[in-house]
């Protein structure tokens, strides 16, 4: 079992910047592709943001945060960020990072079997 913990999330002004973090608890996530992912309020689904291979060499975004968003993992593979630049109000949301052990980066929820129980963003003046 793969326990991941979200942290980061805070109340930021438009334009501003947020780094959220993900761990799992006494383990590597190097075997593992991660994604970020968003619940908006009001809104039951989840939105695939970003997402990183098990390597960390591939990664992919949702077009509407792509050249804002960057996630990376650390190199002892620790440690997965999603480093958010530019922040706009539509990107306040609920974040989870979630765990796959499939070979290929996927923005759909249902492909993943471990999550997070999420971090605050909040962008608002």
């Known amino acids: 079992q793969l326990q991941l913990v979200e942290s980061g999330g805070g109340l930021v002004q438009p334009g501003g910047s947020l780094r959220l973090s993900c761990v799992a608890s006494?383990?590597?996530?190097?075997?593992?592709?991660i994604g970020w992912f968003r619940q908006a309020p009001g809104r039951e689904d989840t939105e695939g943001v970003s997402?990183?291979?098990?390597?960390?060499?591939?990664?992919t975004y949702e077009e509407s945060v792509n050249g804002r968003f960057t996630i990376s993992k650390t190199n002892d593979m620790k440690t997965v960020y999603l480093q958010m630049n530019n922040l706009k109000p539509g990107d306040t949301a609920l974040y989870y990072c979630?765990?796959?052990?499939?070979?290929?980066?996927?923005?759909?929820?249902?492909?993943?079997?471990?999550w997070g129980q999420g971090t605050q963003v909040t962008v608002s003046s």
């Open positions: 979630a765990a796959t052990d499939q070979y290929f980066c996927s923005h759909n929820a249902r492909d993943y079997r471990f």
């Open positions: 006494g383990k590597s996530l190097k075997h593992y592709v």
């Open positions: 997402c990183i291979s098990a390597s960390g060499v591939d990664t």
